[in-house]
């Protein structure tokens, strides 16, 4: 199937999916494409000297993960080994964010208390491995005033989802922005984001010169990749 068919509002962005015994997973089956406007950075380059020494010692590609883990150890972490890690030897895991549960239960998703093992996402090294509590959470954002609003054909699931994505989106990038403070820099090069809920299925060259990629035609929450400044805009 064609992904990025529609534009989504929230985490509901139809992929292609596999169900597991008790789990979806969905699958990324199609190149990224370079979003519309986005322009190339042309002045980042390292410089000479002394300057271009330190330059190349610094990280210049960062990887963020976050979702709701499932199948990570069998089905997701080879995926991402084989088809992100390999593709990008010049890329670092800055961070991994995950929710602290062991079950979850989606009627869409076709899944009754599916077991999720969190732990499972500290198989894949990163600077910081980050776990919420989702009720926690749902507290932060307020959502059982928001599920009294939802309509629209919107899901209570959906919107719960949606929340929870955004959270964990936003929990990676303030790693990030909290590593490289750590390392004295206020920028990398290149950043992708990507979600542990999915098989990847081709290879994905984040260090290429894209300034700002998504899987298909159209906006997804699912997974990006290009230039810093335009993965804080994603």
Known sequence: PKLGTVLCFYAACLLPSIVFPGVTLWV????????????????????????????STRPSCALLFFGLAKNFKVNVLPSIQEFILKPNPGCEVFAVHMYNVTETTNARNHEFKAPIYPE??????????IFDIPEE???????????????????????????RQWHSIARVWQALEEELHKLGQSTVDRVGMFRTDVVYAHP?????????????????DRMFYGSMEYAKIW
């Open 137 to 163: 959470v749902d507290a932060l954002y307020n959502v059982s005033y928001f599920l009294e609003l939802a309509g629209g054909g919107m899901e209570p699931t959906s919107m719960v989802s949606m929340v």
């Open 120 to 129: 499972e996402v500290k198989l894949l090294p990163a600077r910081q491995h």
């Open 28 to 55: 990324l089956t199609q190149p990224f494409t370079s979003l519309r406007g986005a322009q190339r950075d042309s002045h980042h380059a390292a410089g000479d000297g002394a300057g271009a020494a330190e330059a």
């Open 204 to 220: 994905i060259h984040v260090l290429d010169d894209t300034p700002a990629a998504i899987p298909g035609d159209n906006l997804t």
